[in-house]
Nanobody, 121 residues
């Protein structure tokens, strides 16, 4: 089993910054794709950003140029640096990791518990 622990959410004023972290522990041989999703009240969960094991990143158009995803493979951790935050970024943010328990095992997706980000003056 794998456990994910998210941290870094909170209340910030428009234009401010936050950094989210998601650390994985447990039966981990390697992690393929790491990503962040978010869900605002009354809306569906949407992709924010992903990063592959090779470092290739992908961003939603709404966050390009403002958010940066990164990973530390030694710590099994993914980060989301969020700058120039807007009220419309308010949501619960979830991390997701695609984990292999052994070298040739099928990757399994795990989700964090979610962390609230509120952008408001």
């Amino acid at each position: 089993q794998v456990q994910l622990v998210e941290s870094g959410g909170g209340l910030v004023q428009p234009g401010g910054s936050l950094r989210l972290s998601c650390a994985a522990s447990g039966s981990i041989f390697s992690i393929d794709v790491m990503g962040w999703y978010r869900q605002a009240p009354g809306k569906q969960r949407e992709l924010v950003a992903t990063i592959t094991s090779g470092g290739t990143t992908n961003y939603a158009d709404s966050v390009k140029g403002r958010f940066t995803i990164s990973r530390d493979n030694a710590k099994n951790t993914v980060y989301l640096q969020m700058n120039s935050l807007k009220p419309e970024d308010t949501a619960v943010y979830y991390c997701t990791l695609s984990v292999r328990a052994r070298m040739y095992s099928v990757p399994v997706n795990y989700w964090g518990q979610g962390t609230q980000v509120t952008v408001s003056s």
